[in-house]
């Protein structure tokens, strides 16, 4: 049985949606939507599907799935939709611009027997997956800082969130998926230069009273860079997002990790077909969606406020 997909925004995440799920031979990629007019008929004529300039017109199409690729505050409204169309969903990460939000869609996702899956792609980032492994076996032994670097030049198409929001919020959840914990306190410094919300930001996170977490986010770096490094009593893991590369430093000796690259993307969509072909929970869920949002905007008013925020468990 081949699922039924659309995908509601086709900017630039949304338009890589429209083309993996056309690309999968157990998808029907009913339609897509986009209420700019040119830009979602060009990419419906080049992937063979519909197109739609009201979101509601295609839920009306009996769809199995949606992407949710649209400006994270209106998240809620399509969400909600979507959902009481009896729509399975994935959102692009943050799942929502507040928390009470973030409440509404899990709830409505959950009271429905719906599947809510939310965006965090580098979840499926390979050498992420892999990193994630090497830390589990306990070859780093006990991990005990992991600090990260994601900055890159201004894009100019982010109006809606400043840099903690739309890009913190990745190494945010993945440094809570690699230590298997949740933050217990967020202290901020960050301030705006070139736009509306913050652009750029030095995030220190507390898990317990052993482990901690650093985010290094910008907009004003000309180059893209992102990395992490995560320190333990038995030594140190450099990991590359982009070139997706894992290596290895002990005392003794300096090792690449075999890391099978792949498009995170791609992969984050297979699984969420997966899930809904097999009718299992997909990963990372709403809660962990609304707990990233959570942490992120403790670290926004950490920064307004100049003081350290507790992060609710």
Request: proline fraction near 3%.
């Amino acid at each position: 049985m081949r699922i039924k997909v659309g995908v509601i925004g086709t900017g630039a995440m949304g338009q890589h949606h429209v083309r993996i799920y056309s690309e999968f031979p157990d998808v029907e990629l009913v339609g897509i939507a986009d209420i700019d007019s040119v830009r979602v008929n060009e990419q419906a004529a080049r992937y063979k599907t519909k197109a739609f300039t009201d979101y509601r017109e295609l839920l009306k199409q009996d769809l199995d799935a949606v992407s949710i690729v649209v400006p994270t505050m209106m998240h809620k409204e399509v969400a909600l939709a979507a959902i009481e169309a009896g729509v399975n969903v994935l959102i692009e990460k943050p799942i929502a611009d507040t928390l009470e939000s973030a409440a509404e869609i899990i709830e409505s996702a959950s009271s429905s027997g719906l599947k809510l899956m939310i965006g965090h792609i580098e979840r499926f980032n390979p050498a992420v997956m892999k990193l994630k492994e090497i830390i589990d076996s306990g070859a780093l032994g006990k991990v005990v800082s992991i600090s990260t670097r994601r900055v890159g030049p201004y894009n100019p198409r982010i109006r809606d969130v400043g840099v903690i929001m739309d890009i913190g919020v990745h190494d945010v959840d993945v440094i809570s998926y690699l230590y298997g914990m949740k933050v217990s306190e967020v202290y901020a410094v960050a301030g705006a230069d070139i736009h509306s919300f913050e652009d750029h930001a030095a995030i220190i996170l507390r898990f317990g009273h052993e482990y901690s977490g650093i985010v290094e986010t910008n907009w004003l770096t000309p180059h893209k860079i992102r990395k992490l490094t995560a320190i333990g009593l038995k030594g140190v893991a450099y990991l590359d997002y982009i070139d997706q590369t894992v290596e290895l430093h002990d005392e003794g000796w300096i090792r690449k990790a075999k890391v099978e690259k792949s498009e995170p993307l791609r992969n984050e969509l297979q699984y969420f077909i997966r899930c809904i072909s097999k009718n299992e929970q997909p990963f990372p869920s709403g809660e962990d969606g609304k707990y990233a949002l959570e942490v992120a905007t403790a670290s926004i008013e950490s920064y307004r406020y100049d003081r350290a925020v507790k992060v609710r468990k």
